[in-house]
């Protein structure tokens, strides 16, 4: 990533910015999540909030490094997902705490032990071995990190902190809905196969109790970019045309050649195929994409 020399200071503080705090998230979900804490107390920036745009990939502009310089407050998902907003701290030398949502999760492995990943566009970065870094799909965590939002623009504004945590708490109980739907899904369909190009949704569909079928190298190669293995391909195919995946599960922006002909062989199985995303839809609140996509999942495998 190639970064113009603006190098820096710490955040300003909220007096110094009229009252308004600046909150800068990686990507709009979490850009949403803070805005719904926040309320009218905050000024939220997403680096990313174009459903065109990967995470893993995306290289940050100047305008980008300016924006982290004068944030007062850092949201991040971590774990591999999106190493551009540390690196925008580095450049920058911002001090302004810094929310790890993927260290929230209890799936988080303590050593914290990174494996180097390089896709087809040669992007490096890290990922945590063995670790699923899309937590954005567990609402469980989401309202950890609601909480810590709550905390952290607290001590930024102490006069607004009881507001911050009624507001956390209301996103919660939004949450606690979302989970209640996954567990009647369970109740319902626990051990159901489901296929799953990427590991977007494993988080959801685990904790609906469905039973991921999916090769590993299958996922793993659309993930990072890289072909399909010929006889992995042959046998994703099978585990659909053969009825031991109900739903088929897509990343609505990863497409490619080998989930192409995943979701015509789901088509002729007469298999539904759900198409999530990575990005907050235009329009919606992270409550209400999560909500979407639970009731989706439900509609799919028949209530």
Do not use: R
Not at 89 to 108: D, H, N, R
Not at 127 to 146: I, R
Not at 155 to 180: C, H, K, R, V, Y
Request: with cysteine.
């Amino acid at each position: 990533m190639t970064l113009s020399g603006c190098t820096g200071a710490a955040a300003s503080s909220p007096s110094s910015s009229g009252g308004t705090i600046q909150v800068v998230a990686s990507t709009n979900v979490y850009g949403d999540i803070a805005q719904t804490v926040g309320g009218s107390a905050v000024q939220v920036t997403s680096i990313i909030a174009n459903e065109s745009q990967d995470p893993h990939d995306f290289e940050a502009s100047a305008a980008d490094q300016l924006t982290v310089k004068n944030a007062q407050l850092l949201i991040e998902n971590g774990g591999g997902y999106d190493p551009f907003l540390d690196q925008l701290v580095q450049a920058t030398g911002s001090t302004a705490p810094m929310i790890t949502a993927a260290t929230l999760s209890p799936e988080y492995p303590a050593d914290g032990n990174t494996a180097e990943h390089k896709d087809d566009a040669d992007h490096a970065h890290d990922h945590l071995e063995g670790f699923n870094e899309h937590v954005f799909y567990d609402p469980a965590v989401m309202k950890t990190v609601a909480a810590k939002i709550a905390t952290e623009l607290g001590a930024l504004d102490p006069s607004q902190a009881a507001t911050f945590t009624a507001n956390a708490q209301a996103f919660g109980t939004q949450m606690d809905t979302i989970e209640q739907s996954i567990a009647t899904i369970a109740a319902a369909h626990a051990g159901v196969g489901v296929f799953v190009t990427e590991p977007l949704p494993l988080y959801l569909t685990d904790t609906a109790g469905l039973d991921n079928v999916t090769p590993v190298a299958f996922s793993e190669a659309v993930e990072g970019g890289q072909d399909v293995p010929p006889a992995t391909l042959l046998q994703a195919l099978a585990l659909i045309s053969d009825g031991s995946a109900k739903v088929v599960i897509v990343n609505a922006q990863a497409a490619g050649a080998e989930t192409t002909q995943v979701e015509d062989a789901a088509k002729a199985a007469n298999v539904p195929v759900l198409k999530f995303s990575e990005i907050l839809p235009a329009g919606q609140t992270y409550a209400q994409w999560m909500q979407q996509n639970v009731t989706q999942l439900a509609d799919a495998l028949g209530k």
